[in-house]
Structures are given as C-alpha cells and as structure tokens.
C-alpha cells in the first residue's frame, strides 16, 4: 500500500525537490511571507546548475586557466571565476529581490541596474571558492550569504552588506565534485540536496545534518606552520599527539578548497583553521562571502565558528573584503582551539 505522507514531514522526505522543499518550509515557517526569499534561492539554483554544467565541460573547452588579470585580493583570476560570478550576477539582478550584491571578485558592491526593481534584500558570495584547483579537477564550491535591507533609500547600500554575520536570514554553499551538492539553512535545520542531472533539479538527500560534537580530523595549510603564533603550533602539535582532550592523535585532511574542507568535516566531524600567520596577520578567508555563511552553517548544524577569541557570528565588518582568522567545526574541538588562545587549555573541551 502506498506510505501515505505526513504533511508536517513532507519538507524531510529524501528525493523532494528543493523547489518543493523550500515552498513547503515557507508555507510551515513564514505563511504569510509572500515568497521573495523563495524565489531568490530558486534564481540562485539556476545560476548554480548553469555553474555546475560549465565546471564539468570546462576541462574540454577553453574555460579553464587564468584570465591574466588579477582581482581586487591581489590573486590571480581564472577564468571560471569570471564565468561564475558573472552567471550569479545575471541570474539575479533582474529578480526584483535584491537592493544589492557583493562579490569577492569586486572592489565595490555590485548595485542593481535602474532598469530592475529593488528588493528586501542583498546577497553576498564567493562565485568559485578553491578556484587554484580548478585545473586539477579538484572539488570547487560556490558560497552565499543572504542578509535582510536595512538602509531605506532607493537603493541598497554598503550599509546593508556590512552587517553582523548573526542577522543573516540564509547562507549556504554548491559544491561541485564528484557530485553537485547544495547545503542551505534559513535557521531551521540544514539541509543537503544533491544536483539530479537527468531532472536538473536539486533532491534533498541529507535532510537535518547535525555536525558530530567531535572529530577525528583536522584540516589546516601546516606549510604555514612557521609563521603561526605559538598557541596555534602548540593546538596543531597536540591535535597530532594523543597530548589532547581525547587522548587520541586526529587525521590530517586539507583540500585547500574550503568549501570542500568544510563539507567533509561537516558530514563526518572535525575542525578547519585558517589562522592569521606572519605573512596575514588577519588571517586570509574573508569574512562577509567566506566564514560568514560557513559560520551560520556550522551553527545551525550544532558546531561553532571562531577566530580563536570571537565568535565570528558576533564581528562587525569594517570593510567588504574585511579578512579573519577562521577556525570552525565540531563543538568540542572548537572549544578546545579556543582554550588554546586563552591560555588555559582544557583537557576536557565542553564537558
Ligand atoms: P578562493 O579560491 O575563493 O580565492 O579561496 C581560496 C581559499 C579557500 O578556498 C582555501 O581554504 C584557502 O584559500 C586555501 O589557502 P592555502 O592555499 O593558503 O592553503
Ligand atoms: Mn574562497
Ligand atoms: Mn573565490
């Protein structure tokens, strides 16, 4: 006999549509929310899909490899990157949601053009995060973050994008590997959908992720081992020795994409870090388009986020490309990073 569907669980059933997943946890969250954040996300999707598709064509055409310009980090761009943000720009200027964007390819916040309606809302993001893999086929991501207006002008300002990483309203990322897989939380769970190519539609496929309070990995660029402060060499040190809360050495893991990094520990446990070093001082992931989102993820999976003193939730922006030391994961192996910095290590993080 046919299961017959519980209405209240609908929004958790394996194989629904994101498109139907979203509509239905507006329709139980916000009834009488009139659908723009819906219908932001369902641009952003398409963006995401015709991403996903270009990824995984490029390396037959010439997509892939650098544009010869650098962008406003200092970097050099490939030319995804270009594509990419490019695609998310088009896909969602014209949606009458948004008062403004911002990318970490630009200087400046991207306004929407006069001949589009202004919304509610902004929209910030890393159009291809871990782009130097790009060429060797290694697992890239894109990464957003959605936060409400707040200025009341006729456009969206500055103002609206450099706001607490706490008044987010949705962050998420699309990684694209193996498979395309999209993680998003609006507060209520996080979710997982995995790209469907012969629907072309995201199916949910890990609904409620709850990160593990602790892991077994560890997941940092130690070639910078030199340039960290000693609290961060003596935390990597005890991670490798069983000198550590649990008594037991973690396993090393870095993809040097981070969106990756953060998938993997997400699913099975761990910490990330990307301290600040001699060469950052401040660290080098961004804070409004990188930990931000990451941050309101991890949160809402039950881990924490930090620059090893502040929770990175709590910082105020000073600046679009604003830079953190970024240190993110498990509860407890959080806690236990922080210890570190306060100078009294726990040899019992979180209870
Ligand atoms: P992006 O490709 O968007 O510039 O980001 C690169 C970032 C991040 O993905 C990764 O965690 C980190 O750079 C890796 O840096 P290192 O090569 O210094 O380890
Ligand atoms: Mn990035
Ligand atoms: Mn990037």
């Excluded at 402060?229 to 050495?249: F, V, W």
Aim: with cysteine; charged share 25%; proline share 4%.
């Amino acid at each position: 006999m046919a299961q017959t569907l519980n209405d209240h669980d609908n929004h958790r059933r394996i194989g629904i549509s994101f498109t139907e997943h979203i509509a239905e946890s507006q329709h139980r969250l916000s009834p009488a929310a009139r659908g723009e954040l819906t219908s932001l996300l369902l641009h952003l999707m398409i963006a995401a899909k015709i991403i996903s598709r270009e990824t995984r064509k490029a390396a037959l055409v010439d997509v892939l490899g650098l544009t010869g310009r650098t962008n406003i980090q200092g970097e050099l761009v490939q030319k995804l990157d270009e594509y990419a943000d490019d695609i998310i720009i088009r896909n969602l200027r014209f949606t009458g949601h948004l008062c403004a964007m911002a990318s970490e390819e630009h200087e400046d916040i991207i306004p929407i053009p006069e001949r589009y309606a202004i919304g509610n809302y902004t929209l910030t993001f890393d159009p291809l995060d871990g782009s130097s893999n790009i060429d060797a086929d290694v697992s890239i991501g894109t990464i957003f973050s959605i936060q409400r207006r707040i200025s009341d002008g006729a456009t969206g300002t500055l103002q609206d994008i450099l706001q607490r990483g706490k008044n987010q309203v949705c962050a998420g990322y699309i990684i694209y590997g193996p498979g395309t897989i999209m993680v998003y939380t609006t507060g209520h769970g996080v979710h997982g959908f995995t790209l469907d190519p012969s629907v072309g539609e995201f199916l949910l496929s890990h609904p409620d992720i709850r990160t593990p309070d602790e892991g077994r990995i560890y997941s940092v660029n130690e070639g910078n081992y030199y340039r960290w402060d000693e609290p961060t060499r003596a935390l990597i040190d005890a991670l490798k020795s069983d000198r550590n809360y649990r008594g037991q050495s973690y396993s090393a893991r870095y993809i040097g994409s981070l969106v990756a990094d953060f998938h993997r520990n997400l699913l099975y446990g761990g910490i990330f870090l990307y301290p600040a070093d001699s060469k950052s001082p401040s660290g080098k992931l961004r804070l409004l388009p990188e930990a931000n989102p990451l941050a309101f993820v991890i949160e809402h999976a039950g881990g924490l986020a930090t620059t090893g003193t502040q929770r990175i939730l709590d910082i105020e922006p000073r600046r679009l490309h604003h830079r953190v030391p970024l240190i993110i994961g498990s509860r407890k192996d959080v806690e236990y990073a922080e210890s570190h910095y306060r100078g009294r290590v726990l040899d019992n993080a979180g209870g």
